[in-house]
């Protein structure tokens, strides 16, 4: 059973360019979700959806992030024009049904604004 | 707002040296507490979860414990593949992990 998968492992923009983070959840889960790491912090919450909905972005930037996860293929991050700032990794993690459940995290996309 | 607090920052240990790793917790409603390890380059490994005060879980020489405001996580005899940061964290609404910075240990042979 694959582990969660991310993809790119690395990405490198130039400022205002877009980037899209890509996570594949484990077998048998639908719920997913986003964390962003910076350099000397800890992990931040971001986003949590299940499969065709939003379930709670309170930890998600207002303007020129957003997150998907379709009924079918990835979940997708999107960050639009970015910024030297969102320089980070992202890291994404699923979880079984029902709610409550283990977070199990994939190996993250470091993403570099150049 | 909801706060995880790990202490030591860094941590560097003689082989068989045994310490414990604090992680101290002020949310509304706590769900669960987590505790990950994390290697360099990596995506956080999952490691335990505690669910009430005065629980307690083992995995070789790793167990951690629980109280209404803390946790630990203790390392007996550790070896130095036992290096890695440990990430504590606490589970509020909505399935939101809130993490602590981390605990970065060192085995030194």
């Known amino acids: 059973n694959a582990g969660v998968m991310q993809n790119p492992r690395h990405l490198v923009r130039r400022r205002g360019q877009e980037a899209r983070l890509r996570c594949s959840p484990m077998?048998?889960?639908?719920?997913v979700y986003w964390y962003r790491q910076l350099p000397e912090e800890g992990l931040k919450f971001m986003v949590y959806?299940?499969?065709?909905?939003?379930?709670?972005e309170s930890g998600m930037p207002k303007e020129r992030f957003s997150a998907e996860f379709p009924k079918e293929g990835p979940s997708i991050l999107r960050i639009q024009q970015v910024v030297r700032g969102d320089s980070a990794a992202y890291f994404c993690?699923?979880?079984?049904?029902?709610?409550?459940?283990?977070?199990?995290f994939g190996a993250g996309t470091r993403l570099s604004v150049l | 707002e909801d706060q995880v607090t790990q202490s030591p920052e860094a941590l560097r240990l003689q082989e068989g040296e045994s310490s414990s790793l604090n992680c101290s917790y002020t949310?509304?409603?706590?769900?669960?507490l987590f505790w990950y390890r994390q290697d360099p380059g990596k995506g956080p490994e999952f490691l335990f979860t505690?669910?009430?005060a005065g629980e307690e879980k083992e995995k070789e020489r790793l167990k951690a414990t629980l109280t209404k405001k803390e946790s630990f996580l203790h390392i007996t005899a550790p070896k130095p593949e036992d290096s890695a940061t440990y990430l504590c964290?606490?589970?509020?609404?909505?399935?939101?992990?809130?993490f602590g910075k981390g605990n970065q240990v060192v085995v030194i042979p």
């Open positions: 993690a699923s979880s079984p049904p029902p709610e409550g459940n283990i977070q199990y």
């Open positions: 077998k048998g889960h639908s719920h």
């Open positions: 949310v509304s409603g706590l769900r669960g």
């Open positions: 505690l669910y009430s």
């Open positions: 959806l299940q499969k065709e909905n939003i379930i709670d």
């Open positions: 964290a606490a589970e509020t609404g909505n399935n939101r992990l809130a």
